[in-house]
């Protein structure tokens, strides 16, 4: 063995300790997603437009500077509290599973404040039949049956004054709670004039313009103490003391996307995710050893490999930058499956490469450095791209569709370090130890030799019919072919104890006048019930259930909120990712194969995907949401990659092929490259077929756009894609 070939292995064996270093403790090196271990992702929009100018300006530092005291007196650990845009506040709680309670603390102004009652009943009686004296509001008295009080205008006291703000209870027997609070030297002062000179009086308390208790003042109070009584429960009264603590919002904020995660979703997720994970890499292995026998265990190895430096890098990046929030999420498995899928089509085009020279009578050795050379070129193009369309999809993607291209790309770099460098080093190594003496592998097509070429113009019309179809599918649907990220809107997951039939479920709904709710169930689970509506119906929904369905408990797995501004700017930045996605691989194909036909045809065959995706999808009554998005784009990767590779057949045969027609190049290249295609397309499939069957819910639909557009993809890579090239060289000639 020499010198080099101990070197590389050495490299190799430092490469496995370092990814192993740095993935376990796994708990501790790869953080969860919120979809994976439960929590609240909100976007809160801050409404300053009732603010001055001066009060605009730093509305939202202060925003998150009180939210960020509320939330850390409730323990929650790797809080983010971040601006986000101008007046909007990124908020991820992990692990947060009491949703009331949190968007209570979180989206309560806590404004407090002390006004006088008025005490002239004809004043309250001319209010009453609909003449408030000027100077004065009327109110109800929450804390009194809702009693009408006149308050006046005049703000006597506010509660930014407040230093401590706790909960205690009456002596009366009941327990009740209130909330006992303690003024500054400041507002004990003003607490204390205010009451002295109004003995005999009422002074109403409000809460964010409610009036929660209007007790008489029966003597000055001072010490800088006081009680807020009212019908509180403990958790409220607590809550309520917390928000007070940490100061009121200098705005009302609104809730413009909310994703909230159940711990048994969670759980779910990570058991579904790790069931598709084993078994589609099982299933690839075994199809990799069986059909290139010796050379598919080296294979296997170099798959391994690749998952534990998946997985060490993004250890290894947590642990240098602790801070970076990256994250292991659902779509991030996902994007792991699929690339274990994606990093065999590499192994595929080296084994088919190596095969192609054993059969040119090359020694087993030189065949493989050959086999290796020769598959560099295209699999650093295919790669490439595929990294263009991961980039756009983290520049324009949001939460989780983050996580998936971060994982792609860590796991594109890593299947193109498995597939040049360990992959080599050990075929050399078995050689080289006449471990193996020769290299035998199955043969799927012997020689092919199919006229694609001729069957061009029924294709571009068979293409063309599927593509209408789909523009007058979505265009029949119009916003009914969108999900809630892209047009706002509810949807709620509940997993019964024991399932329940949709007319009953949709009964009940209709009782509460939601009949355009939309039920979805699952045969594999039929106690579980996503409802989908346009607009926050969380309270009617769940109370409706506790009540027609008493003897049947559930537990809320999800609830995803997303408001129409929000829905408006995620279906601005999908557009943007497509659009520069296609845009980068437009360039970088054009300059790769110095010439811009050959990019063109590429591109028009991968739109041509993408609409015939979403047809069928709409088709299927899927909707169109951010993760099909990562879908599309993901095909546009993984179409072009297919593309690249008869590219550059057809450049190689360009130069050995100079007395033959480009017809005669593009059919002798799709044929040569017609094994690798299929086998690649059978090995993603395997994986995302097993990602559609056991991934779960959540990534039903995505892995149904993968597997429509994966052999969408495959066929416009023979029958489209490159006869398009041919059909404007002889137009170019014509002219």
Request: hydrophobic share 50%.
């Amino acid at each position: 063995m020499g010198k080099e070939l101990r070197n590389r292995l050495l490299i190799i064996l430092a490469v496995i300790g370092a990814s192993i270093f740095f993935i376990f403790p796994i708990q501790e090196r790869i953080n969860l997603g919120l979809d994976l271990k439960g929590g609240m992702h909100l976007i809160l929009k801050v409404d300053t437009e009732e603010l001055d100018e001066n009060a605009k300006s730093d509305a939202v530092l202060r925003a998150i500077e009180i939210l960020r005291n509320r939330i850390d007196s409730l323990g929650v650990g790797e809080t983010v509290i971040q601006r986000q845009g101008e007046n909007e506040i990124l908020v991820q709680l992990p692990g947060v599973t009491d949703r009331d309670s949190a968007i209570q603390l979180i989206g309560q102004t806590a404004k407090l404040e002390f006004h006088m009652v008025s005490s002239d009943p004809a004043l309250l009686r001319s209010a009453l039949e609909g003449t408030a004296p000027k100077g004065y509001t009327l109110k109800l008295n929450k804390g009194s049956d809702n009693e009408p009080v006149l308050i006046e205008n005049k703000v006597s006291l506010t509660g930014e004054t407040i230093e401590d703000a706790r909960v205690d209870f009456d002596s009366t027997g009941f327990n009740q709670p209130y909330i006992s609070i303690r003024f500054n030297a400041e507002g004990a002062k003003t607490f204390a004039d205010l009451t002295r000179v109004n003995v005999g009086r009422r002074l109403a308390i409000l809460l964010d313009d409610e009036v929660l208790s209007a007790p008489n003042i029966n003597e000055a109070i001072l010490g800088g103490s006081a009680q807020i009584t009212g019908q509180f429960s403990f958790d409220e009264a607590s809550l309520l003391a917390l928000a007070l603590r940490s100061g009121a919002l200098p705005a009302p904020m609104h809730i413009e996307e909310e994703r909230t995660i159940g711990p048994l979703l969670g759980k779910d997720s990570i058991e579904a995710g790790i069931r598709a994970t084993v078994i589609g890499g099982t299933l690839v292995l075994i199809f990799m050893l069986i059909y290139y026998l010796k050379a598919g265990i080296i294979s296997g190895l170099a798959l391994t490999i690749n998952l534990l430096l998946i997985f060490g890098i993004m250890g290894f990046l947590n642990y240098m930058l602790p801070d970076s929030q990256l994250t292991l999420t659902l779509p991030g498995i996902a994007g792991i499956i699929l690339t274990l899928g994606m990093a065999v089509d590499a192994n595929i085009l080296i084994n088919e490469r190596i095969r192609e020279e054993i059969n040119n009578d090359r020694p087993i050795k030189a065949a493989i450095n050959a086999g290796f050379n020769k598959a560099l070129k295209a699999i650093v193009d295919s790669n490439t791209t595929t990294l263009i369309a991961a980039f756009m999809l983290f520049q324009f993607g949001s939460g989780p569709i983050k996580g998936f291209a971060v994982t792609l790309s860590v796991g594109l770099a890593a299947s193109l370090f498995t597939a040049l460098f360990v992959t080599r080093t050990f075929f050399n190594f078995v050689f080289d130890l006449r471990i193996f003496k020769s290299l035998p592998m199955l043969s799927l097509l012997n020689k092919p030799n199919i006229d694609f070429v001729s069957k061009r113009f029924v294709c571009f019309v068979l293409s063309a019919l599927l593509i209408i179809g789909s523009i007058f599918m979505i265009v029949q649907k119009k916003e009914k072919a969108y999900g809630i990220d892209f047009v706002g809107g509810q949807i709620q997951e509940y997993r019964f104890e024991n399932p329940i039939q949709t007319d009953k479920l949709r009964n009940a709904l209709n009782s509460i006048g939601l009949e355009d709710a939309v039920i979805q169930q699952f045969n594999e689970e039929p106690e579980n019930v996503i409802i989908r509506t346009a607009k926050d119906t969380y309270e009617e929904v769940n109370n409706t259930f506790r009540e027609i369905f008493p003897n049947n408990a559930f537990d809320i797995l999800r609830i995803e909120k997303v408001g129409p501004v929000v829905g408006s700017a995620l279906r601005k930045a999908a557009i943007l990712a497509v659009v520069f996605a296609l845009g980068g691989i437009l360039i970088y194909v054009g300059f790769r194969f110095k010439h811009f036909d050959f990019a063109t045809a590429g591109i028009i065959a991968l739109l041509h995907d993408v609409f015939i995706t979403l047809g069928i999808l709409i088709m299927l009554n899927r909707q169109i949401d951010l993760l099909v998005v990562t879908a599309l784009l993901t095909i546009a990767g993984y179409s072009i990659n297919d593309t690249i590779i008869i590219y550059d057949r057809v450049r190689e045969n360009l130069v050995g092929m100079r007395k033959h027609t480009l017809a005669e190049i593009i059919n002798t290249s799709i044929n040569q490259t017609l094994g690798r295609t299929i086998l690649t397309t059978i090995t993603t499939l395997l994986v995302v077929v097993t990602l559609f069957l056991k991934g779960g819910e959540v990534l039903n639909t995505f892995a149904l756009t993968l597997i429509i557009g994966f052999i969408a993809g495959t066929y416009s890579t023979i029958f489209i894609a490159s006869p398009l090239v041919l059909a404007w060289e002889k137009k170019s000639k014509k002219s």
